[in-house]
């Protein structure tokens, strides 16, 4: 069992003639202190996946478990409570607040909860994430690789048991994405975070400890310790 684990999870979007099996019996677990990548043709049921996982959007049968919880079984609302306390997101588009700087957009999700920052992770996720001068910078005078590293740091600082990547790099030239995933994968090794990132890229897929492929919702197989990608 891993930290977040799929037990034949079933989603099907749509009734009838117009019915997609978007995941047909997916069984997969993401375990502890590991970088995994999902990956799959478009369609294949990657962002499906992530979001049953994630709570985001609710299986239609099966098990989506985080740390021995079936999200499933959970009402709205602690659905909810359970996505803001103990789940990270880093988002395509980076998501990040235009009129807050990089420190504050960081300890944002602490400041909400009405909780403290690690001052000691917080140190540590800033140097490892490259943003240490960057800190009273707003979004706009941060590139996009930074501006991403900054929505890493942010889904990390909270310790939650997951952090689920949507497509970190899709919005990034190739060199900030590889500057952004080195340094996640450098950052989650450190940490032992547990990390699920969904992407097309084969090259930002190599940063990653093991690969799931995904095929008409199923799982079609995996990669264990792909060739890591030099760090530059
Ligand atoms: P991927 O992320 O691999 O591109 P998705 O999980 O987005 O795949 O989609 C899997 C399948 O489910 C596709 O056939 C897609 O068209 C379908 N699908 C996804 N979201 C919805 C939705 N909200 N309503 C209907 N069909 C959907
Ligand atoms: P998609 O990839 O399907 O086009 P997004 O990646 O924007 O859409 O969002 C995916 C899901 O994440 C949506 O269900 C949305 O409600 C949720 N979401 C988007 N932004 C945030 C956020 N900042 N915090 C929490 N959930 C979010």
């Known amino acids: 069992a891993g930290a977040v684990t799929a037990v034949n999870l079933v989603k099907v979007y749509g009734k009838g003639d117009t019915e997609v ?22 369609g294949s049921g990657k962002s499906t996946l992530m979001h049953c996982l994630a709570g985001l959007d609710r299986a239609t049968s099966g098990q989506a478990l985080l740390a021995g919880v ?4 959970l009402s ?59 800190l009273g910078h707003r979004p706009s005078e941060l590139s996009g690789g930074q501006q991403q590293r900054v929505a890493v740091a942010r889904a990390m600082v909270s310790r939650p ?14 060199r900030s994405g590889a500057e952004v995933l080195a340094m996640m994968r450098n950052s989650v090794h450190e940490l032992g975070q547990t990390v699920v990132m969904v992407t097309h890229d084969p090259g ?20 264990d310790r792909p060739d890591h990608a030099s760090v530059t």
């Not at 079936?70 to 079984?73: H, I, Q």
């Open 21 to 42: 099996r978007a995941l047909d019996g997916v069984s997969v677990a993401f375990g502890r202190a590991r970088f995994t990548a999902i990956m799959g043709p478009s």
């Open 204 to 223: 930002a897929a190599a940063y990653a400890d093991r690969v799931v492929l995904l095929a008409d919702g199923r799982v079609a197989g995996e990669i």
């Open 76 to 134: 709205d609302r602690v659905l909810t409570q359970v996505r803001r306390e103990r789940i990270g997101f880093v988002f395509q588009a980076f998501n990040l607040l235009p009129h807050l700087t990089a420190r504050r957009n960081i300890t944002l999700p602490l400041d909400l909860a009405g909780r403290r920052p690690d001052h000691e992770l917080f140190q540590h996720l800033v140097t490892e994430l490259g943003l240490t001068d960057r």
């Open 70 to 73: 079936d999200l499933t079984t």
């Open 161 to 174: 048991e997951v952090v689920f990547a949507d497509e970190p790099t899709g919005n990034l030239d190739s």
